[in-house]
């Protein structure tokens, strides 16, 4: 059986099924790989060192004297294990990675170009500040343009990613109320149902008890529960906006202002930065605090526990209490502030050990520099056609969960389409690995039964697109003929088929154990 895919190439959907199975494990070019442990790389080296020209140790008696224990491959053997360990999973540089929330988007090799600048890339935290004057520059354009765009007064550059930004601006919230002497007696965070895990979960890390707002049937924040929960006893609320369900809090001006008359702070999630950045300003909307994921909106590599970078904006409000360090500009060049003293008097302490992730803030500021702000403008602009681009294709096939009225940078669907297929959310996006494209994200938010998440992002060109739903439609439709199969048994065609994620989660392996008997003495 042969069919027309859509770019004209004629394609044989059940060939790979038909053929007979390797002899070696291997899939065409893609060879299977053991873990390094079990390479025969033990007792193996990959670099001569020169022997140390004195014997003598600073260390005394705390010289290691048995084998480090380590495998050793040789500079090929390294290149190729990495490499074929990259082939087993998706990628962005593959094709679309449509993970809702997570922002998903193309790296710009301009970035990595300048990641890379010695002046950049070859420097230590602990030089003199003298020798980085280029670096601190380079943070203090970045903290500027960060303000900027959202309309806010300061900026803390040091969180590593958006949960540590959450942290840094509850932090920032708990020291206010500390000051003004209501801490004791505000003990409440608000959160709507709809929130991302890590907003309940930042509250409750900083001893605060969670209440939830519940959500209005077209996917909002309910104002009127709000209202009946803000009281003397609430120190913030944690709001996204855009929200998870990929839709604007259109009431956003009236959160913010009952949340002040209550003497509570507003925190907002600004994950979905990506949607609005151009367009609104977040401090226009009254926000008091918001962390800034450069490794979303800005395009930053993430992904795999890679590095991120949670910088918070903070109103006038909470600014004194923004955490050390941060840069400041004076007749000597550029210098740090490090100590809780003189203008840093109130700050709540620091966030890490240093101050943050450099190679993220080049990027940052490459990404913002190349788009200007225009380009920047169109970023949320595209983000936002591409989206409803999806669910407007798939709307017919699929059921989006609000179906009234444009969504913003992502489209939601709910699993009321699976129906009486015997065909679940989980199932649906396995089948998709097959196809191959990533799933999107699944069963998030919580409101929504079943939910599928999808999030273009703006550097999905319109061909690519119409390729993803190309593939979505007909799996859609296969799954509405009864082609349970497909489905239920997905992936075939990965390097892994279904896993018992609930095990790997609840029980994972994190070390590896040699074999009884196994000699693994290595230089
Ligand atoms: C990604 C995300 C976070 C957490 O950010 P990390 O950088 O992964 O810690 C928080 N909220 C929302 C809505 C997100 O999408």
Redesign the pocket.
């Known amino acids: 059986m042969s069919t027309m895919n859509t770019v004209g190439r004629p394609t044989t959907p059940n060939a790979v099924t038909s053929k007979p199975a390797t002899l070696t494990g291997a899939r065409g070019l893609l060879q299977d790989e053991l873990l390094i442990f079990e390479s025969d790389g033990w007792g193996k080296t990959g670099v001569d060192l020169a022997e140390p020209k004195t014997d003598g140790s600073d260390l005394g008696d705390l010289v290691r004297r048995d084998p480090i224990g380590l495998p050793g491959l040789s500079e090929p053997e390294t290149m190729r294990h990495y490499v074929r360990l990259s082939q087993k999973n998706h990628a962005i540089d593959l094709a679309l990675y449509p993970l809702g929330?997570?922002t998903m988007k193309h790296n710009p090799r301009l970035n990595e170009k300048m990641a890379r600048l010695p002046g950049f890339s070859d420097i230590h935290p602990l030089q003199p500040v003298s020798t980085v004057q280029g670096a601190l520059e380079l943070m203090d354009t970045l903290a500027h343009w960060l303000k900027t765009l959202t309309g806010m007064p300061a900026v803390a550059m040091s969180p590593k990613?958006?949960?540590?930004g959450?942290l840094c601006g509850l932090m920032a919230i708990r020291a206010a109320h500390e000051a003004s002497g209501e801490h004791a007696a505000r003990r409440k965070v608000l959160v709507p149902t709809s929130a991302?895990g890590?907003?309940p979960a930042t509250a409750a890390f900083v001893g605060y008890s969670v209440v939830e707002v519940a959500q209005t049937e077209d996917g909002r924040v309910d104002v009127a529960d709000l209202a009946v929960k803000l009281g003397p006893d609430v120190a913030a609320i944690m709001v996204?906006n855009p929200n998870?369900c990929g839709l604007f809090e259109r009431d956003i001006i009236e959160i913010a202002r009952l949340t002040h008359e209550a003497g509570a702070y507003f925190y907002c999630?600004g994950?979905?930065f990506n949607a609005i950045v151009g367009r609104v300003r977040p401090g226009d909307l009254g926000v008091d605090a918001m962390h800034i994921?450069l490794?979303?909106t800005f395009s930053t590599p993430h992904g795999g526990g890679g590095p991120?970078a949670?910088p918070v904006v903070l109103s006038e409000a909470l600014a004194p209490f923004a955490p050390a360090p941060w840069v400041v500009h004076g007749d000597n060049g550029y210098d740090l502030i490090e100590r809780e003293e003189g203008e840093a008097a109130q700050a709540f302490g620091r966030m890490c050990a240093f101050n943050g992730q450099m190679g993220m803030f080049v990027r940052a500021l490459s990404y913002m520099m190349s788009h200007g702000s225009d380009g920047l403008r169109q970023v949320a602009e595209d983000a936002v056609l591409n989206a409803n681009y999806i669910k407007a294709r798939l709307s017919d096939v699929m059921s989006a969960a609000f179906p009234d009225g444009p969504c913003m940078h992502e489209a939601l669907f709910d699993d009321e389409w699976l129906k009486g297929t015997d065909i679940t959310t989980l199932d649906f996006a396995k089948a998709m690995i097959d196809e191959g494209f990533h799933p999107m994200t699944m069963y998030f938010p919580l409101v929504v039964h079943g939910a599928m998440l999808i999030e273009p992002t703006e550097t999905e060109s319109k061909a690519e697109l119409d390729r993803f739903i190309h593939a979505l439609r007909l799996l859609a439709q296969a799954a509405k003929a009864g082609d349970v199969e497909r489905f239920k048994g997905a992936p075939f065609h990965a390097p892994l088929r279904r896993l018992d994620e609930t095990r790997a989660a609840r029980s994972p392996k994190l070390r590896w154990s040699a074999p009884e008997g196994t000699n693994i003495a290595a230089e």
């Open positions: 929330s997570c990613a958006g949960a540590h959450e991302h890590t907003n996204t998870t999630d994950a979905n994921n490794h979303k991120g949670g």
